[in-house]
T-cell receptor, first 113, second 112 residues
Framework: ETGVTQTPRHLVMGMTNKKSLKCEQH?????MYWYKQSAKKPLELMFV???????ENNSVPSRFSPECPNSSHLFLHLHTLQPEDSALYLC????????????FGPGTRLTVT | GESVGLHLPTLSVQEGDNSIINCAYSNSASDYFIWYKQESGKGPQFIID?????DKRQGQRVTVLLNKTVKHLSLQIAATQPGDSAVYFCAVPGRGSYKLIFGSGTRLLVRP
């Protein structure tokens, strides 16, 4: 295992629901990332937190709201999603001084109905 | 902006043969390159990296070759095994300190 866990592993939600994805890392890293992985498309970086401060926000719609309460935990709050938001959402972490050595969790497979 | 492209969406090889997965990048100023492997049901896993001051780097059964002249990167897997079946991505740093630009991936299928 990579030391990065994500829950839930699968989620089906309606467009009016509110849900949250959780990520936890046990590697002592200080940077955490959310990526979206859609079929036949490259991984898309959504958000980056370094030392619990958001340092990257890649033009992500406001229906996705990240939260980083401490350096070990990262959440992605979801509300009023669209069917095209269905994808695999991956969390990753890295040391802040080695931001490109990213360790990924297994992802949450999200289906919006 | 930066872009990364992989040459083949799927590569099928016989078990025991060598595999070569190719990647092209657009930014000649890129100085660091990474290969990731993603198995079914898992997140991407770091395999090997190389800096632009090197042409070749070897790991355990894997070798990465960098040709800066043509902006081309390749991952070679020796004696391919069934456990090597996965999607392989190359990635380069993007703008900003934390951004990685990923290619679209090559799916490696290993025939028994």
């Amino acid at each position: 295992e990579t030391g990065v866990t994500q829950t839930p592993r699968h989620l089906v939600m309606g467009m009016t629901n509110k849900k949250s994805l959780k990520c936890e890392q046990h590697l002592g890293h200080n940077a955490m990332y959310w990526y979206k992985q859609s079929a036949k498309k490259p991984l898309e970086l959504m958000f980056v937190y370094s030392l619990e401060e958001r340092v990257e926000n890649n033009s992500v719609p406001s229906r996705f709201s990240p939260e980083c309460p401490n350096s070990s935990h990262l959440f992605l709050h979801l509300h009023t999603l669209q069917p095209e938001d269905s994808a695999l959402y991956l969390c990753a972490s890295s040391p802040t001084n080695l931001p490109y050595e990213q360790y990924f969790g297994p992802g949450t497979r999200l289906t919006v109905t | 902006g930066e872009s990364v492209g992989l040459h083949l969406p799927t590569l099928s090889v016989q078990e025991g043969d060598n595999s070569i997965i190719n990647c092209a990048y657009s930014n000649s100023a890129s100085d660091y390159f990474i290969w990731y492997k993603q198995e079914s049901g898992k997140g991407p896993q770091f395999i090997i990296d190389i800096r632009s001051n090197m042409d070749k780097r070897q790991g355990q059964r894997v070798t990465v070759l960098l040709n800066k002249t043509v902006k081309h990167l390749s991952l070679q897997i020796a004696a391919t095994q069934p456990g090597d079946s996965a999607v392989y991505f190359c990635a380069v740093p993007g703008r900003g300190s934390y951004k990685l630009i990923f290619g679209s991936g090559t799916r490696l299928l290993v025939r028994p």
